[in-house]
């Protein structure tokens, strides 16, 4: 029997700036993802919303007061890997490197966050989603024991995200040792997930940033939450997401009004489906769905 409980977690990828790293399409200063890190969690705060930040090393490493001050206000510091990166200086995205190179980012870029913040981040998602079947055990031996790395109906090889059939819901991707990976993937149009969809293709996602979400995104939240109603998902969930690279501290700023307009969205979807509203970060999701099972 599934819960009445939705939890509703907010995520932002926190890349370095594009001065030293243009291929991440990070924002252009630091000043930028300061006021962009800070003003989403102050923003979704102020709604009651919790906040999971995936940072690349050189972020963290960039800006330590906030991401410090940040995580001790509530936000789950999380990883995040684009191997391309000046400072890593790999050619290909994560998905299209071994399973050894894999191991060694991660973990390289696992104990570089935990260097600022104080201790070992749980919760990871790749750039671009891009990442394999082999991926997965090796965030487990890490210590990652939830992330948001795939996204369902993506099947783009050209950046090592290959999802198309992927399961859209929230579940336990990896279990070994005792230990079990929940994935919780970005909310995507369920009409565009499938093995028909042929490369390369990207559904709409509750991406901030992507382009018309003001008119399909409560629609896609609607059609998301009314599928695992009537499914009696196990755990109910939707997730967003977005970047350091937009004015998130001005009310007035195109994507802070997206970010309103998609939590009014999900709170109505909420209501009318009779379902309890659970702000999480992806950590406090993980330790729920725990206890309860």
Request: aromatic share 8%.
């Amino acid at each position: 029997m599934g819960s009445a409980e939705l939890f509703v977690c907010w995520t932002m990828d926190c890349e370095t700036i594009g001065e030293e790293s243009p291929v991440s399409g990070g924002p252009a200063t630091w000043e930028l993802a300061e006021r962009s890190m800070r003003g989403y969690v102050e923003a979704l705060a102020a709604r009651g919303h919790r906040a999971t930040l995936f940072l690349i090393p050189r972020l963290a490493e960039g800006l330590p007061e906030l991401v410090r001050e940040l995580g001790a206000a509530g936000a789950d510091l999380g990883l995040h890997m684009h191997p391309q990166t000046t400072d890593l200086g790999y050619d290909g995205h994560l998905g299209q490197l071994p399973a050894q190179t894999q191991r060694l980012l991660l973990e390289q870029g696992r104990d570089r966050v935990a260097a600022v913040i104080g201790h070992a981040p749980t919760s990871y998602r790749s750039g671009c989603f891009s990442a394999t079947w082999e991926t997965f055990p090796i965030l487990l031996d890490l210590g990652f024991t939830q992330g948001s790395v795939t996204l369902p109906g993506r099947n783009n090889p050209g950046v090592g995200a290959v999802w198309a059939n992927d399961l859209p819901l929230a579940h336990w991707r990896q279990a070994r040792a005792g230990q079990a990976f929940l994935e919780m993937p970005t909310a995507a149009a369920l009409d565009q997930v499938g093995p028909h969809r042929e490369a390369p293709c990207d559904p709409n996602h509750l991406r901030l940033e992507r382009a018309g979400i003001e008119k399909w995104g409560p629609g896609l939240i609607r059609d998301y939450l009314r599928y695992q109603v009537e499914h009696d998902w196990w755990l109910k969930s939707v997730v967003v997401m977005t970047h350091d690279t937009r004015n998130y501290d001005d009310p007035t700023d195109e994507y802070r009004r997206n970010l309103e307009l998609i939590a009014d969205a999900i709170e109505a979807a909420a209501d009318e489906f009779d379902l309890q509203l659970v702000p999480a970060t992806l950590a406090e999701a993980r330790a729920s769905a725990v206890r309860e099972g």
